[in-house]
Structures are given as C-alpha cells and as structure tokens.
C-alpha cells in the first residue's frame, strides 16, 4: 500500500516536473519565434530614400491575419502604403487606441557596422543589430506580439484598437502620418489616446514623452554682392555679407549652448541651430575657381524651437538680423512648422492625473515591474506632433531600458530580453487601456504648458 502510494507521488511529481518542462520548452520556443519575427521584419529594407515598402506591408498583413485583425491599406500617395489594423471593441461609441509606428528608417553606413545593418544579427549576449532595431521596428512588432497575447488569452476589448504602420516618418511624415491622419479614415476611428516612439533609456528607467520640440525650421540664408577679382579689397562681397550672417547666428547658437553647458536649461528648453551646410565658389573640375569673388553664396540651418520659445521673435530676428535685406541678403524656409495649434496652445499632452490616459499609462507599466523617469519633452520630431495638433492625448514611449541610444547611430541594437519584456509592458498598456470605461475628452487631456 505505502509502496503504491509512494508510486503515486512519484508519479505525480514527474507530471508536474514533466509539464514545468514541456511548459518551459514552450515558452522558449514561444520565445524563439517572437525574436524571428523581430528578425524578419528588421530584414526588410527600408531605408530611406528608397524604402521598400511593399515586402514591409505583406509582412504586417501575414502578421495582422495570423492574430485574427481585420486589416486595411489605405494610400493616399502612391507607394507610400499605410497598414491600418483594427481589433474591434465591445463599445463601438468610446474613443478607440490607436497605436502607431512608422515602417520606414534612416538609411545606415553598412561599412562602420560590426555586422550588416539588415541581417538583424543575434549575437551571444542576445543583442540583435539592425537599422530599425530601435527606431521603430522594434515597437511596431512588440504592439502585435501583445496583441496575439491577449488574444490567446482569451481577452474582449471594450474599446476598440488600432494598429497603424505609417511610411516616411523619417522624411518628416508628409505623405505618411501627416496624410493620414488629416484624412476621413483617421476622423471615422473616433481616436482617444495614441502611443508613438519614445527613446532607449540607458538605465533602468522608461522615458516616456508627453511633448516635443518643433519639427525642423529649415532656414536657407542667402547673400549676393558684386563678384570681383581675387585680389581685390573691396566692400559688400557676397562672402563677407554671408560670413556676417553666419557670425551672428553662430552667435545666438553659442548663447543657447552655453545655458545646457551651465546647467540653466535642459536641451529641450533651448533653441538649437545647426549649420547643415555651406555653398559658394565657382568650381573647376578639380575644386573651385580661386581667383574669383563669388556673387552668390548661401548657408543652410537646422533650427528646433523649444515649446516656450516665441517663433514671432525668432522670425523677426532672421529677417532683421540673420539675414536683413541691407546686407543684400535673403532666406527662405525648406521646412517651418507651427508649433502650437490653431488655438494658440502648445502641443503637449497633459502627463498627470487629471489625464486618466496618464495615470493608466503609468500604472500599467509600474504593474508589470517597469520603472518609468520623469515624463520628458522629446528634443526631435515624430508623427505624434500630428495627432496633438488635432488635440489628440498622445505619449511617445518605446519600453527600451538599460539601452544605449543608438537610433540614427552606427550598430544599433536592441537586446532580445529587453525586446519580450517590452512586449509584456504594452500586453499591459494595451489591457488598460482597451478595458477603460469611461469617456475621456480631448480637451481635458490637453492643456497649456
Ligand atoms: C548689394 O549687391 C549689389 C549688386 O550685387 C552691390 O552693388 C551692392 O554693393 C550690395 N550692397 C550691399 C549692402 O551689400
Ligand atoms: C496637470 O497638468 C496641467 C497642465 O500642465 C495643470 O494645469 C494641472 O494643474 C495639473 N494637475 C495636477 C492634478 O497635477
Ligand atoms: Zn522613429
């Protein structure tokens, strides 16, 4: 009897080890697929400026019909396809999720790389290299892995979600997000809060943003001035009027510089300008003509505004200063973007708890054990400058900690650990969110700085 006995806890023990085990197995090869599909998507190349999109949205859509979305490719310009998945909610009148990223990345040197920029390479630490590996594959994946998690979990949404996957983020989101979400499709989603790109944090904290500085002011300033003989002194050249203004711009930069360097302001607080190019001389074919006075010469700059700063000043101040038709000279903007709404205010999402968005965003991502910085203003542009100009709560957070900011960079990688972790932060976000009963309004999620 006792013998029996001990045989039945044998037995019953190896069950349980038997499961643990096969369970384990599972969840590794479960995990293993996860990583593949990252991987796949990573080696998809599109790069600007000739992105390949079409193998990017066969992709998403192969994805998007295994996990059971109902799926639409909306094209407002031609080429530039936007993936638009849907996982419709119990409560159709409630403001929907959406959750976007953009498909498209920045193009890379393959030559400075330690393995190929789009062979998504897993190396012994787990750390997997690929252009796009944090700036937003990443994001984009891990939104459907939580998607399929919740699905096999059994879970029913109460609001309605979706998925976008814009083009051309990286080229300022004109004909991506831009168009898409000034367009009746994006009215008809009845959007209440949106999730966009955030940045690796490289300790243990998530950052998440709630704001960001404007999209790029680019500002061409040019001079003109009588052209004249190499050796000649005289005054007004179209050099000495460019090289005035390029003194007194590089001026202001410093001034602004200086206030981040003393620790007075933060680089989000400042108005950055960047000289991206300089143009003039006459060229040869082996350089330029060197006794020669050029009668044109041109320099281009990259300026970002703070949310505090005042664009009015600054624009009186390139046309009185940086480059004042008495010195001959002109400009012009290859790109200026407002950066309040219509109705004057900044475009930030409130990030406290008068925003119930916030307070879910934030609970979640405690709940499953992440940690979060202070919610911070992003210093570059991203598609969610969009969706707040229509006065839409949006939060730009990509769940990467202990991870050194690579986006844009040389051997950018993000670690496969990471990488499933993350995927359980949005399982979490996404629950929450979708499982919120309330109706949120708009204009409470937003308010003035
Ligand atoms: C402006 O350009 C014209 C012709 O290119 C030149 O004659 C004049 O001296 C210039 N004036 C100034 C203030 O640079
Ligand atoms: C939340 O932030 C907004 C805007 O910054 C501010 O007006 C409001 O007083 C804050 N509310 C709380 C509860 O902190
Ligand atoms: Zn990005």
Redesign the pocket.
Known sequence: MADKNNFKTLISTLTIVLLAFSYAAKSESQHSQLIHRFQQYLQINTAQPTPNYMPAVDFILLQAKSIGLDVQVLEYVKSKPVILLTWQGKAKSLPSILLNSHTDVVPAEKEKWVHEPFSAHKDSNGDIYARGSQDMKCVGLQYLEALRNLKDKGFVPLRTIHVSFVPDEEILGRDGAQMFVGSKDFDSLNVGVVLDEGLASPDENYRVFYGERSAPWWLVVKAVGAPGHGSKLYDNSAMENLLKSVEIIMRFRAAQFDLVKAGLACEEEVISVNPVFLKAGTPTPTGFVMNLQPSEAEAGFDIRLSLGANAESLEKRIAEEWAPASRNMTFQFKEKEPIKNKLGVPLVT?A???NPWWTLLEAAILKVGGKLHKPEIFPAATDARFVRRRGIAAFGFSPMANTPILLHDHNEFLNEAEYLKGVGVYEAIIESYASYMEAVEDRDTL?E?
């Open positions: 409130v406290n708890h008068s308010s700085l």
